[in-house]
């Protein structure tokens, strides 16, 4: 019988071993100075396929021993090379509408304005790029009075901001997320 995931956390913390957390979706960085082996990514697509899987089913799907499994998902974590996180979907919570927003700044500095954007829940990206526009962000709208609502009352208050450039997406046909940013700033 399988143990319940808050009942399977709070055993293998009482035994110091790191379980990978219970969420949907791995996502991987090149690693800047860290190596990986078969075995590591054997277990990044074991748990980006099932990301339920128990320490002890990965050790016997591989025919290793659970604290080897356990010490490769610690390291590959510590190191950077695989993060466990959730992701929304977000037609499900309402989002009819992704635009993305070319942002273009004078007058302060882009870093501040960035951060300011990152600020508001529907934006779900901040980039910023080398020449213009300065900025780029990825937007989510219920609907095209909430979308414009968010361009104009939201983004658009944000000082240092003088134009705003948009592009609504009619579908996306690729949305690849097994590559995300995995450093915290």
């Given at each position: ?40 990514l054997k ?19 591989f025919r ?98 003088t134009t ?22």
């Amino acid at each position: 019988m399988r143990e319940a995931p808050a009942e399977l956390d709070a055993r293998m913390k009482r035994k110091n071993l790191n379980a990978p957390t219970r969420t949907p979706e791995i996502a991987l960085a090149a690693p800047a100075q860290t190596s990986i082996d078969s075995l590591d990514l054997k277990i990044i697509d074991a748990l980006r396929a099932e990301c339920q899987l128990s320490n002890k089913e990965l050790a016997l799907r591989f025919r290793v021993a659970e604290s080897t499994i356990a010490g490769r998902i610690r390291t590959m974590r510590e190191k950077g090379v695989m993060k466990v996180v959730a992701q929304r979907d977000v037609r499900s919570l309402g989002y009819e509408f992704f635009c993305l927003a070319d942002i273009h700044v004078a007058g302060r500095s882009v870093k501040l304005v960035a951060a300011d954007l990152a600020k508001i829940e529907e934006i779900t990206s901040v980039s910023l790029l080398l020449g213009s526009p300065a900025i780029i962000v990825q937007v989510n709208g219920r609907d095209r009075k909430h979308l414009l609502q968010v361009l104009e009352e939201e983004i658009g208050r944000v000082r240092g901001i003088t134009t705003i450039e948009t592009t609504l997406a009619l579908e996306i046909v690729k949305f690849d997320s097994d590559y995300g940013e995995l450093f915290s700033q």
